[in-house]
């Protein structure tokens, strides 16, 4: 059974930092690419970040491209998303999601992580 | 950005069919795809595919789902609408990146 267990968010301040992780199991991890997608309170989907299989490439949304950084370390079949100068407007669930190679589609999701952005 | 447009919202009887649209501002099939996917998000939880390349049902999704389109216009039903099918539907398209969702449809009991 594929897992996707999201770690590490809670409460921080305006212009602080937060790593996220995603703990991976039940499938080849270092077989497949990697996202993040978050979602505001009461708001729709927002993707942010897309890691290949090998850390090849990484791809990032307008929004978060200079403060945020996706990575992976396929021997502890985890995938990670490290913020740096966050904002309230970051405030929202975050998700990691496994890529489909065959459809491009995102067919498996975490369970979503909170991170809470305020003073 | 490839922008998707779905109506906010649709009520329909229990047993019915129901028909959700969406929209995209630019094509988003290849001459061998068409890189529409949909996703059902329930109040709480986190979203699940149900339906990835338009048409093609994901893993252990009911036969009651179904999806079609092609280029621009994309359409999921559900027939019949379950109880248990309340929830919000979100379409993605995979043709370029940035990935993006359609802002979403509640659907609604009459």
């Known amino acids: 059974e594929v897992q996707l267990v999201e770690s590490g968010g809670g409460l921080v301040q305006p212009g602080s930092s937060l790593k996220l992780s995603c703990v991976a199991s039940?499938?080849?991890?270092?077989?497949?690419?990697m996202n993040w997608i978050r979602q505001a309170p009461k708001k729709g989907l927002e993707w942010i970040a897309l890691?290949?299989?090998?850390?090849?490439?990484?791809y990032y949304a307008d929004s978060v491209k200079g403060r945020f950084t996706i990575s992976r370390d396929n021997s502890k079949n985890t995938l990670y998303l490290e913020m740096n100068s966050l904002r309230s407007e970051d405030t929202a669930m975050y998700y990691c999601?496994?890529?489909?190679?065959?459809?491009?589609?995102?067919?498996?999701w975490g369970q979503g992580v909170m991170v809470t952005v305020s003073s | 950005d490839i922008v998707l447009t779905q109506s906010p919202a649709l009520a329909v009887s229990l047993g019915q069919r129901a028909t959700i649209s969406c929209r995209a501002s630019q094509s988003v099939s290849t001459s061998s795809y068409n890189l529409m996917h949909w996703y059902q998000q329930k109040p709480g939880q986190q979203p699940k595919l149900l339906i990835y390349?338009?048409?093609n049902l994901a893993s252990s999704i009911p036969a009651r789902f179904s999806g079609s389109g092609s280029g621009t216009d994309f359409t999921l039903t559900i027939n019949p609408v379950q109880a248990d099918d309340i929830a919000t539907y979100y379409c993605?398209?995979?043709?370029?990146?940035?990935?993006?969702f359609g802002s979403g449809t509640k659907l609604e009991i009459k």
């Open positions: 390349d338009a048409s």
């Open positions: 999601a496994k890529y489909d190679y065959g459809s491009y589609s995102l067919d498996y």
């Open positions: 039940g499938f080849t991890f270092s077989n497949y690419g």
């Open positions: 993605q398209q995979s043709r370029e990146l940035p990935l993006t």
């Open positions: 890691i290949y299989y090998d850390s090849s490439n990484k």
